[in-house]
């Protein structure tokens, strides 16, 4: 009887044994950025509301989690548009947008290894952008932001695959209007979680090893069951 009751656990017991040190750890990444729009070749954001899309494209003085990223341009294009007005009261909502459609480029130090090129690639998978109607200023917030980093960032960040999730927020804030505009502003933060080692691999166990936990359960069993008929 007594047996019965804790097998659950005798077997509980064995799978944390071998997988306790299996799990790997989430790694934050963290762009943040404030730039002006107006010194890039392209230093425009368009939008009409409605179905069609946002894009802006900038220099920023950037980061990468507190270390400067040098050269920098960030890109962004939103997917068509959903539903919504435009206003903070009525976002407009944009869906899956087009490949690359953020994507972060310059030189950052990590750890003593120097990435450069396209830092960053993504996608919106859901978002958000909204003119406040009271003042030159768009808020734009991405939810479920997929994208990948590069093979030399990912290693120097510590990641097991470049592969990462997140959001972005941002405001763009100038000379625009609730249709586009020139000459702006723009602040933000990309928000990512990527996947880490968790520390060394589960050991292998020897056969010895097997063995002694095999005896020592049956031990156990034994002893159990003898008690119980005293």
């Known amino acids: 009887m007594y047996v019965k009751r804790l097998l659950p656990s005798i077997v509980t017991l064995i799978a944390l044994f071998f997988t306790a040190s299996a799990f790997a750890d989430t790694v934050n990444v963290d762009f943040s950025f404030t730039g002006d729009g107006s010194t890039t070749a392209g230093g425009t954001w368009s939008w009409a509301g409605g179905s069609s899309t946002l894009s802006a494209g900038f220099d920023s003085s950037a980061s990468l989690n507190g270390n400067t990223i040098n050269d920098e341009l960030v890109d962004v294009t939103t997917g068509p548009g959903t539903g919504g007005s435009g206003t903070l009261g009525d976002p407009f909502t944009f869906g899956p947008s087009a490949t690359d459609s953020i994507s972060i480029g310059g030189c950052v130090a990590i750890g003593g290894s120097t990435s450069c090129g396209t830092l960053f690639t993504g996608t919106f998978e859901l978002g958000e952008a909204a003119y ?99």
Do not use: C, M, Q
């Open 132 to 230: 406040s109607g009271s003042g030159p200023t768009v808020d734009l917030t991405g939810v479920d932001v997929t994208g990948t980093l590069s093979a030399s960032l990912a290693a120097a960040l510590g990641l097991t695959s470049p592969n990462v999730t997140g959001s972005l927020t941002g405001i763009l804030d100038g000379t625009i209007s609730s249709t586009g505009g020139s000459g702006f502003t723009a602040s933000g933060n990309l928000g990512l979680v990527g996947t880490g080692p968790g520390g060394p691999p589960p050991p292998v166990p020897e056969p010895s090893e097997l063995f002694l936990l095999g005896t020592g359960l049956f031990a156990l069993a034994w002893y159990l069951k003898a008690k119980h008929r005293t």
